[in-house]
């Protein structure tokens, strides 16, 4: 993690102009070009809390040894490696996201972590969208961080419904769309007044202003919960975590 | 000999393991996939489309894919032919 020297600007709510990230295209430009700070924002901004809640997510997904695992959108392969401790060296896990750069970072990792179970991960870029799984393949799914960001919900929740084994879970961790006006005003400030100062400092701050939008534009957790049953699964719930700012939906087949 | 070449291909980065490809499918038809040594890549008959593989990593986004030129299609079946008749 950088040290780094500087004092967070105390700007008045910032008129940054809005950049749309509409299509696809647009998100994968996104994370590729966040890629190389991805890791250590997430540490700055979550004051290195994103590690509970991601550990947290792969509990509920009930993935365990000998598991054959998925972690959608694994970005640089946070919740691949914690998913691989769990299936262990008889497991197989698969790491699945559209940035190349994402998945390089990842792979670069796996070799700088060396852990030897992480043997049993495979790097694949694909869309969560049109997945290229069999039906019924995998124990557990994880997506942390995803969901907000795929061009359309119902055919991703579609597609992880497709690839489960029946009886597995999907455990879906992300912002969470606040339905508490205090929960919702103090995330809002959070982004206007910590993310995107700090995120301008590495000179994503049009990036980082993304992420206000995609949170205004997502589901909460009761219609989350509504879109998992929608797309078959038998079982949806949505869990709040750190006093509301972050969510995790756990799905069963 | 065969099995250290495919080792050494491995360390290139260029081929995919096996269990990886047996699990792989093509994203848009779900049918299965053909593993192309050179170029390394993902073949799908299904819809005469390649998928490629780069640095060991399998890109199967629908738009990473390639038609098929039928000539490449008519290559692989008469190669299978070929070996069907020298058996």
């Known amino acids: 993690m950088h040290s780094l020297q500087f004092s967070v600007p105390l700007l008045p709510t910032s008129r940054f102009k809005r950049h ?19 890791d250590n924002l997430n540490d700055l901004l979550s004051l290195g809390q994103h590690r509970i809640w991601k550990r947290m997510a792969v509990s509920w997904s009930g993935a365990k040894t000998g598991d054959s695992l998925l972690d959608l959108c694994c970005g640089s392969g946070d919740l691949t490696f914690l998913m691989s401790e769990k299936a262990g060296a008889d497991g197989k896990v698969i790491g699945l996201d559209f940035s190349k750069e994402q998945l ?13 179970c992480y043997n ?16 019924g393949y995998f124990d557990a799914i994880t997506m942390g961080y995803g969901l907000r960001n795929v061009i359309d919900k119902r055919r991703a929740m579609q597609e992880m419904f ?7 879970r999907v455990s879906i961790l992300d912002f969470n769309k606040s339905m508490q006006p205090f929960t919702a005003l103090f995330q809002e ?29 997502f589901l909460t957790g009761k219609e ?16 709040e975590i750190s006093g ?6 756990v799905a069963a087949r | ?15 995919v393991d096996k269990t990886l490809s047996d699990i792989l499918v093509c994203p848009l038809s779900k049918q299965a996939l053909r593993v192309c040594e050179e170029p390394p890549s993902l073949i799908s008959d299904s819809i005469g489309v390649s998928f490629p593989i780069k640095d060991g990593i399998p890109c199967l986004v629908p738009t990473d894919g390639k038609i098929l030129d039928t000539d490449d299609t008519m290559k692989h079946d008469n190669a299978a032919d070929d070996s069907a008749n020298n058996k």
């Not at chain 1, 792979?107 to 852990?115: E, G």
């Not at chain 1, 497709?162 to 597995?168: A, C, E, T, Y």
Request: one cysteine or more.
């Open chain 1, 162 to 168: 497709r690839v489960l084994k029946p009886g597995s």
């Open chain 1, 104 to 116: 390089s970072i990842a792979s670069s990792r796996r070799y700088l972590l060396s852990k030897a």
């Open chain 1, 244 to 249: 509301g700012l972050m969510g995790d939906l």
């Open chain 1, 20 to 38: 749309s990230v509409r299509c696809a295209s647009d998100r994968q430009q996104l994370f590729n070009r966040i890629a190389p700070v991805y």
């Open chain 1, 189 to 217: 400030w959070m982004i206007d007044n910590v993310v995107v100062p700090t995120a301008t400092v590495y000179g994503l701050a049009k990036e980082y202003q993304y992420l206000k939008t995609s949170i205004d534009e």
């Open chain 1, 120 to 135: 049993n991960i495979e790097w694949v870029e694909g869309d969560a969208l049109d997945l290229p799984f069999s039906n």
């Open chain 2, 1 to 15: 000999m065969v099995r250290l070449s495919k080792w050494l291909l491995k360390e290139a980065g260029t081929v």
């Open chain 1, 224 to 239: 989350l919960e509504k879109l998992a049953l929608d797309a078959g699964f038998s079982y949806a719930r949505h869990y």
